[in-house]
């Protein structure tokens, strides 16, 4: 419908815009009379007919927007690439320096943009292939500029043929003059040098051949000697930067003589590497690395030694006497002792420490359980004298039902000695040496706190038969008076004893009242009255020099043997035989 829209009006156009239009009018109008005969026919109103040719020229309309739409789109298109040509054109013949030459110009008076852009497209080729040409002159001439430059200064030259930073925009004639200028230059400084060159040889071969001698044996010779000695300087150095974590920066002032570690055929000395001057300034380096070393070291020493303490602490050793710090940094001063064998020697201290700590766990936490219930017997000791235990307060109540606690755990204490002196016995089985505790044997220190408890038991037994010799006493010494009639006929309910029983009782008591290490027993009384109960002498009890002090038994437990047998039993034999000699008195 739409082409045939465009063909009538075509043909109904007042004028033709080109000779195809004529012959498209032309070919429409056999068309457009077909169609009036239609309507005709069909018989249209005017009004339909005029509709109908309003829109044949709405359908011709937007084909032609349409076309016009499409056809600008491209002429845009041709115009951005024309630019974008131009642009580069530009920038090559100004970094080729015909930026005024008439042959690299776009023709702007061709009418079709087409026209213009092939143009621009084969001008633009050329200008790359003429850089590229230029480039390529560039980077030819500056290598070879920056190899004899590397000649003369006597440097190795690295094969670098990529572009400069600046090269690329600069590549004039003008540019490419200079460099070729620069480039003669070197060329007859080298020439010149080249000449001065031969004419030293030939003195220098000349001079050998008076004076006898190999002048290139010598210069090797010497050059090899020096060789060595920075290489001795070099090896120590390079060590010493790997012990101390060196930074790079302060490194890199050496890096030029740590190249005389290569292999010979990678070795490649730079200028002035072999003077005197490098190799007095590498010792010199060493040397101050080596006095650096030397206060680190110290440092070090001292941390793994407090390390090794530390350890040896938490076990109640003494760590090994020939590392203590005094010592080790006098070794250190005196250059006696390596550094690093040092360091070694304690590192050996601390993992055999360590592998016996782990071995000692297991005792050390009976150990621990051990002392805390000899710190709990000692505490029910100090409660059972304090008179105001059985107060009301809240404090009394609470110490009452630690005390009862107490009780429980000191009935454990001959088990918790029996399997730790096992446990022990058997450490020092598979160790085949002692198991120490604080510079003492621990299987000593047990054996010792088992007499002293056995000695306590015995005191006690002792005063537990005393209180009974006591009572039975009493009794009989009474029983008399009861039976014996008074001056009226009757009996004395408060008889007084006689002068000799009065006595015999205050024996008793002075016997009883002996004094004696022990704080247990020195509050008994050979009465009834102010003295302890029968409870309270039953309840167990130790001596202070016993289990309530176990932790002074592992701290010297040597002294354990002189305060153990510190009870008064002089005191406590006399009040026996006193009473047994009554006894069979009054019997």
């Given at each position: ?78 115009h951005q690439s024309l ?230 602490r938490s076990m109640h ?21 390596n550094p690093s064998e ?246």
């Open positions: 419908m739409g082409e045939v829209a465009a063909e009538l009006l075509y043909a109904m156009a007042p004028l033709a815009l080109s000779s195809g239009g004529a012959e498209v009018a032309g070919s429409c109008a056999p068309l457009l009379a077909e169609l009036r005969q239609l309507w005709g026919e069909i018989g249209k109103s005017r009004e339909e007919r005029e509709r109908m040719v309003h829109e044949l020229e709405a359908e011709c309309t937007r084909v032609y927007r349409r076309k016009v739409d499409e056809a600008t789109g491209e002429r845009a298109l041709l630019a974008a040509s131009e642009a580069e054109i530009a920038a090559l013949t100004a970094a080729l320096g015909a930026e005024n030459s008439t042959q690299f110009k776009v023709n702007k008076w061709t009418v079709s943009l087409n026209e213009r852009v092939s143009s621009a497209t084969a001008l633009l080729e050329e200008l790359r292939a003429m850089r590229a040409e230029r480039s390529k002159q560039f980077s030819d001439i500056r290598s070879e500029i920056e190899k004899i430059s590397a000649e003369i200064a006597g440097r190795s030259h690295g094969q670098d043929t990529s572009p400069r930073a600046g090269d690329g925009h600069d590549l004039t004639i003008r540019r490419l003059g200079e460099y070729r200028a620069r480039l003669s230059t070197l060329q007859k400084e080298k020439s010149e040098r080249l000449h001065k060159v031969l004419e030293h040889v030939t003195e220098v071969h000349s001079l050998c051949d008076v004076l006898g001698e190999d002048f290139i044996a010598m210069l090797t010779s010497e050059k090899a000697k020096r060789a060595a000695m920075l290489r001795e300087a070099v090896v120590p150095l390079v060590e010493l930067w790997d012990l101390m974590d060196s930074p790079v920066e302060e490194r890199r002032g050496f890096q030029k003589a740590a190249a005389v570690l290569r292999p010979a055929k990678e070795e490649v000395l730079s200028s002035g590497v072999l003077s005197m001057a490098s190799i007095k300034k590498t010792e010199e380096e060493v040397e101050r690395l080596t006095r650096l070393k030397a206060g680190r070291m110290k440092e070090l020493v001292l941390k793994r030694r407090l390390e090794l303490e530390n350890i040896c050793v003494e760590p090994d006497a020939s590392t203590v710090p005094e010592k080790s940094i006098a070794l250190i001063d005196s250059g006696l002792v040092l360091m070694a020697s304690i590192d050996d201290q601390i993992a055999k420490a360590k592998e016996e700590h782990q071995s000692r766990k297991d005792i050390m936490e009976k150990i621990n359980k051990w002392l805390l219930a000899c710190e709990e017997e000692k505490w029910l000791d100090e409660h059972n004298v304090d008179e105001n235990r059985f107060s009301t307060g809240r404090t009394a109540r609470l110490n009452l039902k630690r005390a009862e606690k107490a009780r429980v755990i000191i009935m454990k204490i001959p088990a918790i000695v029996d399997n730790l002196m096992s446990r022990t016995l058997a450490w020092e089985s598979e160790r085949k040496k002692p198991f120490l505790y604080d510079g003492a044997r621990l299987v000593a220190v047990l054996e010792e706190h088992k007499q002293a408890r056995l000695r306590q038991e015995e005191e006690r037994r002792r005063l537990r038969e005393q209180k009974k010799l006591r009572t039975l006493f009493s009794e009989k010494e009474t029983m008399p008076r009861l039976k014996r009639p008074s001056g009226s006929g009757g009996f004395s309910r408060t008889p007084e004893p006689s002068s000799m029983n009065r006595k015999r009782v205050d024996a008793g008591r002075l016997t009883c009242s002996a004094p004696s290490m022990r704080s247990s027993s020195s509050g008994s009384s050979c009465g009834g009255g102010g003295g302890r109960s029968s409870a309270e002498l039953d309840r167990p009890r130790s001596s202070a020099a016993g289990a309530g002090r176990c932790g002074e038994l592992l701290q010297g437990a040597r002294r354990l043997s002189a305060s153990s047998s510190s009870f008064n039993y002089v005191a406590v034999a006399k009040a026996g035989g006193s009473m047994s000699s009554s006894l069979a008195s009054l019997s």
